[in-house]
């Protein structure tokens, strides 16, 4: 068992991944955007209409959340430069999430953090403003939608592939950016020399704060720890001391 939740499970059997999920339309929606993405991707080995088996990706993860990455700086810039291609890329066909959506779950989990006694008032409020730089209109570019940095895969300093195409859809390429690089902020000059287009840093900063906002309940129901250290907590805590 690699991961399981209420949504879906994920299995490695032999040098396959099995993904299980009682939602078809989710399994659709990657199979089309890997489909589309100029990027690498595992192969898909077979489809039955709530399993997908996709191959092993050669290599390991560029990193995890809560860890050092030890992935080499151009391994680093190579990231970025993938995010770019990707970003270049035809803009599918899948609307992703509207700017009313987001504002709407961001509120509702905020709330949740308070209520529940998951972290100071102070903390969320404060984390909530951060976040409205992100909340603006953007130009849409075919994105990732989840990019964790244990989504790509390298093998030296080259990328094999990236996994985890569920969330792949229209949206803002700072969000991208900024999931990449979550709790990994020190890796954000190396990915943004690869990407190779100037960014609004505040707006990475703000999605850093919104996804770390809106992932954490989701997290605490479904059995993960966002207090580990190097984690969402942190990424919220280390946000208050850079703004002072």
């Known amino acids: 068992m690699v991961v399981a939740h209420q949504e879906r499970a994920t299995l490695r059997v032999g040098d396959m991944f099995l993904k299980i999920d009682a939602d078809r339309e989710r399994l659709d929606a990657e199979v089309e955007a890997m489909a589309l993405t100029p990027l690498p991707t595992p192969q ?3 489809r039955q209409p709530q399993v997908l088996a996709l191959a092993a990706l050669p290599g390991t993860a560029l990193g995890r959340l809560g860890e050092p990455s030890t992935a080499s700086t151009a391994a680093w810039v190579a990231a970025g430069a993938a995010v770019r291609k990707l970003h270049d890329a035809p803009l599918p066909p899948r609307p992703g999430r509207s700017l009313d959506e987001i504002v709407s779950r961001l509120d509702g989990e905020c709330e949740w953090l308070i ?3 998951a972290l100071p008032a102070e903390v969320v409020t ?3 403003e951060i976040a409205e730089a992100a909340l603006r209109p953007w130009t849409p570019v075919f994105i990732h939608g989840d990019l964790q ?3 790509v895969f390298v093998e030296g300093d080259e990328i094999t ?3 985890d ?8 390429a700072h969000f991208d950016l900024a ?9 954000l000059g190396e990915v943004l020399d690869g990407y190779g287009t100037e960014v609004d840093l505040d707006v990475i900063r703000a999605w850093w704060s919104l996804r770390s906002l809106e992932a954490s309940p989701w997290l605490i129901q479904n059995g993960f720890d966002p207090s580990s250290p190097g984690c969402e907590f942190d990424v919220l805590h280390r946000s208050l001391l850079r703004d002072s």
């Not at 195409?165 to 803002?172: F, N, P, T």
């Not at 999931?179 to 890796?187: A, F, K, Q």
């Open 161 to 163: 592939g990236v996994l």
């Open 115 to 117: 209520a529940n006694g």
């Open 165 to 172: 195409w569920s969330e792949g859809a229209r949206g803002d």
């Open 179 to 187: 999931i990449l690089t979550l709790g990994h902020e020190e890796r």
């Open 149 to 151: 940095v244990d989504h």
């Open 44 to 46: 898909i080995r077979w």
């Open 126 to 128: 404060r984390n909530r």
